[in-house]
């Protein structure tokens, strides 16, 4: 009950920071420091279960809150093709994402109360996550960016006149299908069911915030599929080899952390080679 009244006050408050009666900068600047502050209390609340519970239980939230920020990212990929699809502008975006992250944490609950109930029940379900992860990966890898999983009934679509409804019913199907992967990764760290739940929506409570942070660099970290590929496969692995090998929490957080960081690394410094060299040409 406690976790779920900070979610209502966080969701409330994440809806009043920013909008279009401020500018892009004010906005940008507001998301920056609200992204901030939702990974410091994500921090604190792992903490707050390490002490409560154990550090494993700890760890294993820090984990699971990682992987589901990470494959968050690509979500944000997909609301940037949905909205200039749409030809939705900043302000009406605020508005969208609102309403999509509110609708994400409904979903989100549903689905993992199934796959818990799933994995509780039936052992060999463990298989189907793990094969289904691996598939993901396989996609990702093969050079298929996050933008293919928008169907072509969506990309059909006429944008919006006066309602946000169509384009938050795509926000909320998309998220839908980057459920299907997401939360089978997370259940590849933790079976607790407190655990993959509230690491899971406090993933999702920044990520509106993270979309405006990180609009301008979406284009730019055009390798970061691959490292969530490579992510993903890691998980896979965890989750399929799990009765012959255990794989400390500890290592899958540096694992996780590895595999963003040079990723982020080498998509950035591959565009700054590629604006230096297209600024040497115009010169």
Same mark, same amino acid.
């Given at each position: 009950?406690?976790?779920?009244?900070?979610?209502?006050?966080?969701?409330?408050?994440?809806?009043?920071?920013?909008?279009?009666?401020?500018? +892009?900068?004010?906005?940008?600047?507001? !998301?920056?420091?609200?992204?901030?502050?939702?990974?410091?209390?994500?921090?604190?609340?792992? #903490?707050?279960?390490?002490?409560? /519970?154990?550090?494993?239980?700890?760890?294993?939230?820090?984990? *699971?809150?990682?992987?589901?920020?990470?494959? &968050?990212? /690509?979500?944000?990929?997909?609301?940037?093709?949905?909205?200039?699809?749409?030809?939705? /502008?900043?302000?009406?975006?605020?508005?969208?994402?609102?309403?999509?992250?509110?609708?994400?944490?409904?979903?989100?609950?549903?689905?993992?109360?199934?796959?818990? @109930?799933?994995?509780?029940?039936?052992?060999?379900?463990?298989?189907?996550?793990?094969?289904?992860?691996?598939?993901? #990966?396989?996609?990702? %890898?093969?050079?298929?960016?996050?933008?293919?999983?928008?169907?072509?009934?969506?990309?059909?679509?006429?944008?919006?006149? *006066?309602?946000?409804?169509?384009?938050?019913?795509?926000?909320?199907?998309? +998220?839908?299908?980057?459920?299907? /992967?997401?939360?089978?990764?997370?259940?590849?760290?933790?079976?607790?069911?407190? $655990?993959?739940?509230?690491?899971?929506?406090?993933?999702?409570?920044?990520?509106?915030?993270?979309?405006?942070?990180?609009?301008?660099?979406? +284009?730019?970290?055009?390798?970061?599929?691959?490292?969530?590929?490579?992510?993903? !496969?890691?998980?896979?692995?965890?989750? %399929? !080899?799990?009765?012959?090998?255990?794989?400390?929490? @500890?290592? &899958?957080? *540096?694992? $996780?952390?590895?595999?963003?960081?040079?990723?982020?690394?080498?998509?950035?410094?591959?565009?700054?080679?590629?604006?230096?060299?297209?600024?040497?040409?115009?010169?």
């Amino acid at each position: 009950m406690g976790f779920h009244a900070a979610v209502i006050v966080l969701v409330v408050v994440d809806s009043l920071l920013t909008g279009a009666y401020r500018s +892009d900068k004010a906005n940008q600047r507001i !998301a920056l420091a609200w992204t901030l502050a939702l990974f410091v209390a994500s921090g604190c609340f792992a #903490a707050w279960i390490a002490r409560e /519970d154990g550090h494993a239980l700890g760890l294993q939230w820090l984990a *699971g809150y990682s992987i589901e920020t990470s494959l &968050s990212i /690509d979500n944000l990929f997909v609301f940037l093709v949905l909205f200039r699809g749409f030809g939705i /502008d900043k302000g009406r975006q605020h508005r969208a994402l609102a309403w999509g992250v509110g609708g994400a944490i409904v979903l989100r609950a549903g689905f993992i109360v199934v796959g818990v @109930t799933l994995l509780q029940h039936f052992e060999w379900i463990t298989w189907g996550f793990g094969l289904l992860l691996l598939y993901a #990966a396989w996609k990702l %890898l093969r050079g298929g960016s996050a933008k293919e999983v928008i169907p072509e009934w969506i990309r059909k679509l006429q944008p919006a006149k *006066g309602s946000l409804l169509p384009v938050i019913l795509a926000v909320e199907f998309t +998220d839908l299908l980057f459920a299907v /992967d997401s939360i089978p990764a997370v259940l590849a760290i933790s079976r607790n069911p407190f $655990i993959v739940y509230t690491s899971n929506i406090a993933a999702i409570l920044g990520l509106r915030s993270l979309y405006f942070v990180l609009s301008g660099l979406l +284009d730019r970290l055009r390798y970061l599929h691959y490292g969530l590929g490579v992510l993903l !496969a890691f998980v896979a692995f965890k989750m %399929l !080899a799990a009765h012959w090998v255990e794989i400390p929490i @500890t290592v &899958s957080l *540096g694992v $996780i952390a590895g595999i963003l960081i040079v990723c982020a690394a080498v998509s950035l410094i591959a565009g700054n080679r590629e604006q230096g060299s297209g600024i040497r040409k115009e010169n």
